[in-house]
């Protein structure tokens, strides 16, 4: 109950924040449109260039090395997209928490300023991601269980480089090396009770499956299409407002952690009390400041 507890008050003062810059709950919205249109066409083409006889890849002799290409030119603009965005929500948090006014403009122009830092970032995260999904799909269950756990692994530790190279500038080396020190060095073991924005994310959209579930069965039992459609679309908002809601938060809780994990400092609307008990630092953060 104290973790739950620990946890809503973190997440409500991520809404506090939020609720003075409300604009900045479109960019997580940008990021999906945007990624989506530019992903595309890259992966129609892998579509396109796929064999066409049989019914599986190693009946068909499998996929072909421009398949391939295409497949992770996609993966690399698909990330490097959403690290934009997500660049451009961590540079508006920063601003509020130093106690500025951060607009959508401010946002994208601080998000534009880095551009260059986040490429490697973004290449270096498109390869993880195409070697631990191609290594998935190649094993039982228990090796996806393993590199599922790899992944999540691989998220933690780096939970802070953005942070990093958005604010700071600097290298991806150097970032992905203090985010790891970050994280042995804050998290520990209470990082599972702590994931506070994912679990009440999770639970609103358990909600709001529980509202929208009854009138889609409701109007499918009863031949009343207009129901049934009008059930399905409130499902599809509820569903994208809450993904784009947590994504904010956690942007915001992500750029207040790293202000008091790495800098050191106190961030508006956050109590030092609130981000202390949730990640129980261990020793000194001085030497994370670089």
Known sequence: MGKLSRSWSLVSSSWQVLRHDKELLVLPAMSAVVAMICVAPFFAGAILASPTTGTAPEESGGFTPATYVLMFIGYLVGSYVTIFFQSALIHAANERLSGGSPTLGSALA??????????????????VSV??????????LLGRLVIGLVGMAWTLVTFLVLPILVI?????????????????????ENVVGNAGIGLVGALAMVAGMLVCAPI???????????VTLAGIALAVIWLITVSVGSAALSGVFQTALYRYAVLG??????????????FRPKGSRSWLRG
């Open 265 to 278: 400092e106190e961030s508006h609307g956050f109590s030092a009390d609130q981000i202390h008990g949730a």
């Open 131 to 140: 070697v631990l999904r191609a290594v998935q799909e190649r094993t039982g």
């Open 110 to 127: 601080g998000a534009y300023a880095r551009a260059g830092h986040i490429l490697p970032w973004a290449l270096l995260s498109a390869t």
């Open 168 to 188: 700071e500038g600097t290298g991806v080396k150097d970032a992905l090396t203090r985010s790891v020190g970050a994280f042995k060095n804050t998290w520990g």
């Open 216 to 226: 889609i069965i409701l109007g499918a039992q009863n031949d009343l299409i207009v």
